[in-house]
């Protein structure tokens, strides 16, 4: 018997270093970069990335992609490649935070590749929501009631091997089945264009005023002040938020050095506009993840100025120079040529 409804998530989960993107005006940048300096303090220059779990004591388990999609009343199969373990435990979803939740142990298929298949139609049910294909076994220690089924939306997936800190995190992209027009948004979570164009999605200044971090489409590396010693190790992730299309998500473990956790970030598949949220965790030393705000600026695009101008200056600081510049490269996504 179903009891508990599901609420909307779609709103949940929000590089050449000699290239950059500053307002033309000199006011305009030096109040952005000085305003970001205060809010963040984030440095990005360009590199590559393999996404990859973390490792423990005792054993192993990862996901295959980081990335899962499922339409309603479809099914969805997540692979977790697995060593050195007789179980890990699966978890989908936060009850507190977007309404659903399930939590199941798993013992892993002999080879160690397990194949889990989420059924949306039985989520929140009385039936199966998650079987295992092969050797492989599911016993679900909770799941969520619910009267309607799981509402679309981006879920996260952990995996956790002997308790403590996930090994992995994923996501289950619960896709809306009457919408299959596949069409992007722009900064504001809005559709920018009509169906089929090709234009790029608008960003403001505004818009670029209200993000911790500005990043092109690119290789990318993010380096994020944490309050943890050196040679403590956490996960660093780059999740697409709000209308992003397509959905992205790369994650790297990474070793703290000089107070930072830096890692390389592949952010190739999104486009101008694009929101995303940077989170570090999977550290018990640290008290609860750090986030950081996202937002995708194509430099070939540019910024609409708030005179109606467009800001499409590259490459170089232009009037941005000396220190400011140094200041600049500390805050800006670079790419390498």
Known sequence: MRSKPSIETGEADEADPGRRIVPKRLPAALTLLVAAVALVGVSVSGVALVGTGAATAHGSAEFDTELSTVSEGETAVIVVNSSSVEAFEVTVGDEDEVGYELRATVTPAADGATS????????????????????????????????????????????????????????????????????????????????????????????VEGADLLVEPAETEVSVPVDLDDGETVSVRVRSAGDASPRFIVQNETTVEDESATA?????????????????????????????????????????????????ETPGFGAVAGGLALLAAALVAGRRG
Request: no cysteine.
């Open 116 to 207: 889990l298949v989420f059924d949306h139609a039985e989520a929140g049910g009385d039936g199966k929501t998650v079987t295992a294909r092969g050797d492989g076994t599911v016993e679900v220690d909770y799941e969520t009631s619910l009267n309607d089924a799981v509402a679309p939306g981006d879920y996260d997936v952990e995996l956790f091997v002997a308790g403590g800190e996930p090994t992995d995190v994923g996501t289950l992209v619960v896709e809306d089945g009457e919408d299959d027009t596949g069409s992007g948004g722009n900064a504001t979570g809005e559709s920018d264009a009509e169906e089929g164009s090709t234009e790029p999605a608008t960003v403001t200044e505004s818009d």
């Open 264 to 312: 390389t970030v592949d952010l190739s598949e999104a486009t101008h506009g694009d929101r995303a949220t940077l989170t570090v965790r999977g550290n018990e030393a640290l008290d609860e993840p750090v986030e950081r705000e996202v937002l995708v600026v194509d430099e070939e695009v540019g910024v609409e100025e708030r005179d109606g101008g467009l800001d499409v």
